[in-house]
């Protein structure tokens, strides 16, 4: 049973930085492309960034390029997003995505509110 945990979101000021965390269980973490989405209620889900197996491609939304980053450690099946410069308009639910022998599966989300 694949499993995936995001931790990390809280409430932060305008400007501050939170590190979000996906920890990964029941698939072959090594070889599963991993992304970040996030969804506001009564919106759809957006995509944020991607990440490919071997950590040497990353990609990223036009609305968060150069603030986040997306890395990933194998060894401790577990992908990153450490976000700075937050704005008010980053606030969402954040999910992490797997995809694994063509299946997808999602976590439960983690809320990142930025508010002064």
């Known amino acids: 049973q694949v499993q995936l945990v995001e931790s990390g979101g809280g409430l932060v000021q305008p400007g501050g930085s939170l590190r979000l965390s996906c920890v990964a269980s029941?698939?072959?973490?090594?070889?599963?492309?991993m992304r970040w989405y996030r969804q506001v209620p009564g919106r759809q889900r957006d995509w944020v960034a991607v990440?490919?197996?071997?950590?040497?491609?990353?990609l990223y939304a036009d609305s968060v390029k150069g603030r986040f980053t997306i890395s990933r450690d194998n060894a401790k099946n577990t992908v990153y997003l450490q976000m700075n410069g937050l704005k008010p308009e980053d606030t969402a639910i954040y999910y992490c995505?797997?995809?694994?022998?063509?299946?997808?599966?999602w976590g439960q989300g983690t809320q990142v509110t930025v508010s002064s």
């Open positions: 029941g698939l072959i973490f090594s070889t599963a492309k």
């Open positions: 995505n797997a995809v694994s022998n063509l299946e997808n599966y």
């Open positions: 990440i490919r197996p071997d950590a040497d491609d990353t």
